[in-house]
């Protein structure tokens, strides 16, 4: 269990709830899971089940801790990239990668230097080049693009689909994923160095 401080700011994962002490102080509470947090709640006598929200961002004093259906994409890619700056070898833990499929949250990252991996709203993996995406958050496997290409190059279709991609590429030292849908980037650290970077966005702009 954490409790933030009006002196505090940090960065809150899991769940949260805002509770009024007074007229002028205001602590936020956090915990793993809900459970967790509701029997906290309950042994001090307080409830809060309608603020209690999941969250994966910075805060300071006196902040407000929207639900993240009401947050900006945008500033949920921010705010989640942040708090994955600086994790281990790039993977997320199971409460960010629970948080990260239930609010579209995608994460990118390399594991070997021929594979990307994807953890949250979508859960798979890729290699080198142009990984083309659908607009629902599906990765198109190399047999639906040498079909596709079947199709336009018999004339069964006259125009390709346009899908958002991302270039992976590795220089031998770090990975590299390069691409127009919005996203942020986080730092991958070991011994904090920075050994990589990978990738952070919300899957309703692939419709974009």
Known sequence: MNINTP?????????????KLGENSNIIITADDVPTLKGWLAKQGLVADAD????????????????????????????????????????????????AKQNGLVVVFGS????????????????????CLTMFGKILTQASIDALISL???GT???????PFITHSFDGVRHHFE???????YSINLDGEEIDKGIVFHVSDLKD
């Open 52 to 99: 209690i929200c999941f969250v994966a961002m910075r805060v300071g004093a006196m902040a407000e801790i929207p639900p993240i259906s009401s947050r900006k994409e945008s500033v949920a890619v921010q705010d989640f990239a942040s708090v994955l700056n600086s994790m281990p070898m790039g993977e997320l833990t199971p409460n960010q990668e629970a948080y």
């Open 7 to 19: 002196k505090e700011k940090t960065v809150l994962t899991g769940v949260a709830a805002p509770i």
């Open 112 to 131: 070997n230097p021929y594979t990307a991996e994807f953890r949250g709203a979508i859960n798979d993996q890729a290699g080198m080049g142009e990984i």
């Open 179 to 185: 691409t127009e849908i919005p996203h942020s980037e």
């Open 157 to 163: 279709i006259k125009k390709s689909p346009s899908y």
């Open 152 to 154: 336009l190059a018999d």
